[in-house]
């Protein structure tokens, strides 16, 4: 588990949250958690990304919720590296998942809490392992476009 404050607290109602993971369990299902906390005692997940292979979860504004359950055909099931981000969008009230360069996921939701700031990154990674590498975390919702090229251009 890896926790770290921000030195200045993010303030904005678009968010981007990309990097690179692998499942170091493979075949087992690895397993990761990135979350962009906040609120009055700093433990309230405002923004994150639950990585599974059979439930891809994520936190938006405080509540959990989930964009696929099953075995998860979002995320390719292997040892290899792949690119992923989450992306909300104030103007469209969309959060949308990528895998490799492509939005495989989307659902519409809406930022109420303006006033929220994120004060600190959580990663967790419960008993199977996972890798992540070059995290980025972008106040402003990253385009589709934009989304591409980080993806080809830090393969």
Do not use: C
């Not at 397993?31 to 609120?39: F, K, P, Q, S, T």
């Not at 939005?103 to 959580?122: C, D, G, M, Q, Y």
């Amino acid at each position: 588990n890896f926790t770290a404050a921000f030195k200045e607290p993010i303030k904005s109602s678009d968010l981007s949250l990309a990097f690179w993971w692998r499942n170091t369990a493979y075949p087992n299902g690895g397993r990761a958690d990135i979350h962009l906390r906040g609120g009055a005692n700093n433990e309230t997940n405002l923004f994150s990304l639950l990585m599974d292979y059979y439930r891809l979860g994520f936190w938006f504004n405080g509540s959990q919720n989930v964009l696929s359950e099953g075995i998860n055909e979002f995320i390719p099931y292997d040892n290899l590296w792949h690119h992923l981000a989450l992306v909300y969008d104030s103007y469209r009230y969309k959060l949308s998942f990528y895998v490799d360069g492509r939005e495989r996921a989307s659902t519409a939701l809406v930022w109420i809490k303006p006033s929220e700031e994120i004060k600190s990154l959580k990663i967790t990674s419960g008993s199977d392992g996972s890798e992540i590498d070059d995290l980025s975390i972008y106040t402003g919702a990253l385009s589709p476009v934009q989304i591409e090229d980080i993806y080809l251009n830090t393969k």
